[in-house]
């Protein structure tokens, strides 16, 4: 049984960086593709990135394009996410999710697998 944990979020200062992580225990996730989403109260589950299962492919949600770097380290069944310039905007519960069905996922419905998500607070 696969399991994803993230962790890394916190309260930041606008302006701020946090680096969030996703470890994968039960099976290696070498060969799926992953994805973080973020969900804001009353908002719906929005995509921020994702990653191809061999790396070289990280598409990004416009919001996030520029500040935000995903990567992964395949060998340690690890994901990543690396958020600069954080604005009060992103404050929100951040999720990593794993699929096996799609080469790159753009939406939740795509993704089979959560972890329970870490809450990032930016303040202003």
């Known amino acids: 049984q696969v399991q994803l944990v993230e962790s890394g979020g916190g309260l930041v200062q606008a302006g701020g960086s946090l680096r969030l992580s996703c470890a994968a225990s039960?099976?290696?996730?070498?060969?799926?593709?992953m994805g973080w989403f973020r969900q804001a109260p009353g908002k719906e589950r929005e995509f921020v990135g994702a990653i191809s299962w061999t790396g070289a492919r990280t598409p990004y949600a416009d919001s996030v394009k520029g500040r935000f770097t995903i990567s992964r380290d395949s060998g340690k069944n690890m994901l990543y996410l690396q958020m600069n310039s954080l604005k009060p905007e992103d404050t929100a519960v951040y999720y990593c999710?794993?699929?096996?069905?799609?080469?790159?996922?753009?939406?939740?419905?795509?993704?089979?697998?959560w972890g329970q998500g870490t809450q990032v607070t930016v303040s202003s």
């Open positions: 039960g099976r290696t996730l070498r060969l799926y593709s």
């Open positions: 999710a794993t699929t096996q069905n799609y080469a790159l996922g753009y939406d939740a419905s795509q993704y089979e697998l």
